[in-house]
């Protein structure tokens, strides 16, 4: 990326920032039926500048998100920044923790609705002993 696409590309992502989807004075010029596609070409951002925005930061596996409202693409790019903001230079889990991560995290919540469960059943099994003990 050059110095001028950095430039576009920086313009761009204020422009996602700045961008409320109650608020039509962020909008600028477009209206919820503006394709990405014109706005995209409305900042003059390159075919690779788009591609990586797209299937890198937006998530997309396909280009069929230039023809889509922009207004879906801008969300997805937006939870992807609050993402960054919130778990550091990854917006990913995995990476952070590694792939482990993720069946430990999975089985310390099992852990924990079982103790809970357990002490339930426990409970249960206690008042129902002391029914048949007493009759």
Not at 12 to 23: A, G, P, S, T, V
Not at 41 to 58: M, P, Q, R, W
Not at 107 to 121: A, D, G, P, Q, V
Request: with cysteine.
């Amino acid at each position: 990326m050059g110095l001028f696409e950095k430039n576009r590309c920086r313009k761009f992502f204020q422009f996602i920032q700045d961008w409320k989807q109650e608020d039509s004075k962020s909008h600028k010029k477009f209206n919820k039926t503006t394709k990405f596609s014109e706005v995209v070409k409305d900042f003059s951002l390159e075919t690779n500048t788009v591609d990586f925005i797209g299937h890198a930061v937006a998530l997309y596996t396909n280009d069929d998100f230039l023809d889509l409202p922009y207004a879906e693409t801008v969300q997805k790019i937006q939870l992807y920044m609050s993402s960054i903001d919130r778990y550091g230079p990854s917006p990913f889990i995995y990476p952070i923790w590694g792939l482990s991560g993720i069946p430990e995290g999975f089985s310390r919540y099992l852990f924990t609705y079982n103790k809970i469960m357990c002490s339930i059943w426990r409970n249960i099994y206690a008042q129902q002993r002391l029914r048949r003990n007493f009759t």
